[in-house]
């Protein structure tokens, strides 16, 4: 395992989504800048869905504006629908992520629509992204469990994954909503996917709610995935995923990729400051393994 993994960095939109502590537009996007002088040079800095639904991404747009300066990272925005795809352009979105469910229960609650429904919502914000040369990451959720209806077949996860990926998405990012997997399942689910699309353009998106995360991880790696997405601090959850908590934390990642021979060009010290300077602003220190170890140094 001694080639590359890819970190896509999600602080700033799943890690904040769901915090009850209302964070700045400016602190925001200085979080962002932290985190790209940290090394990481893929970020989701935000939101283009209903304010009512998640006031915490109100404003990406100022976000994503208040970043275009940084130089030598992509950015990525959320966008479930035409309306958001054009809010996301008019502020200079270059890549979008669309987000679709491998449940119905989740799909209902998250984006109140059915899977079916929500492809064709899809479809022409994909036809629109092409003709504007914008790439398009696609999102699978619940791949591992869905906090309404349990149980969820690899089967379900590869279908979807490959209506997704046929759309002309150029990643397929798998979540672990809830962080209920385990590394058996992870394989058995990432195996029936990697069946129907390629694996290089497979990414893990797994929740640490049971401390799972880093050992789905490995298994993934083992089979082949090399793209990861976490969260500075572990931050994160999604408000329709009750009782999950953050993305597996970037530092953890880098700690355990670092560990095994893996170059990631992050720079532990910047990352764990960007880590502790938004903790504070949440007023709690992070919860990864990692920053409370080194905090405690
Ligand atoms: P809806 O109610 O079906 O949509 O919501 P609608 O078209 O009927 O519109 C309802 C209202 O929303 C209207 O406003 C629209 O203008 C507005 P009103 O007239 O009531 O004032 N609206 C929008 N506003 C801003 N931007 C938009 C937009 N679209 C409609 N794009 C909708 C459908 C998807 C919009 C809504 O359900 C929503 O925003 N849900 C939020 C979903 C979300 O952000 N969830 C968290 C992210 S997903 C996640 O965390 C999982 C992930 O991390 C992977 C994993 O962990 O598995 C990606
Ligand atoms: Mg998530």
């Known amino acids: 395992m001694s080639d590359q993994i890819r970190i896509v960095e999600m602080g700033p939109r ?5 915090e009850k ?5 400016e602190a925001r ?5 932290a985190l790209v002088a940290a090394g990481l040079t893929t970020v989701e800095v935000g939101a283009f869905v209903s304010p009512r639904a998640i006031p915490q991404m109100a404003s990406s747009d100022q976000v994503l504006r208040g970043v275009s300066h940084v130089k030598g990272a992509e950015f990525h925005v959320l966008v479930p629908n035409e309306k958001g795809y054009d809010a996301a352009r008019a502020a200079g979105a270059e890549v979008v992520s669309v987000f679709a469910a491998a449940s119905e229960g989740f ?15 899809f479809k022409p914000v994909v036809a ?4 504007d040369g914008v790439r398009v990451r696609g999102y699978v959720s619940c791949v591992l469990g869905c906090p309404f209806d ?3 077949r690899p089967k379900a996860v590869a279908d979807l994954a490959k209506t997704l990926w046929d759309l002309g998405c150029y990643e397929i990012s798998l979540g672990d909503t809830i962080g209920v997997g385990t590394p058996l399942k992870a394989k058995e689910m990432l195996r029936a996917v990697g069946a129907e699309i390629p694996t290089a353009n497979l990414a893990m998106h797994f929740h640490d709610t049971y401390g799972q995360a880093l050992a789905n991880l490995y298994a993934g790696m083992e089979e082949g995935v090399r793209a990861i997405d976490s969260a500075a601090g572990g931050l994160g959850g999604c408000p329709y995923a009750p009782g999950a908590t953050g993305n597996v934390a970037t530092e953890d990642v880098v700690y ?3 560990g095994i021979g893996i170059r990631t060009g992050i720079d532990m010290e910047k990352l764990l400051t960007a880590t502790n300077d938004v903790a504070g602003l949440l007023g709690r220190p992070p919860v990864s393994r990692v920053a409370s ?5």
Do not use: H, W, Y
């Not at 799943?14 to 769901?18: A, K, P, R, V």
């Not at 502590?21 to 537009?25: A, E, G, K, M, Y």
């Open 29 to 33: 996007i200085a979080f962002v800048e």
């Open 107 to 121: 799909s209902r609650a998250n984006i109140n629509c059915s899977v079916a429904e929500s492809i064709e919502r």
């Open 150 to 152: 349990g149980e969820i």
């Open 128 to 131: 629109r992204a092409k003709a």
């Open 21 to 25: 502590t209302p964070v700045s537009v």
């Open 14 to 18: 799943d890690g904040l989504q769901n």
């Open 256 to 258: 355990m990729l670092e």
């Open 293 to 297: 170890a080194l905090n405690a140094r």
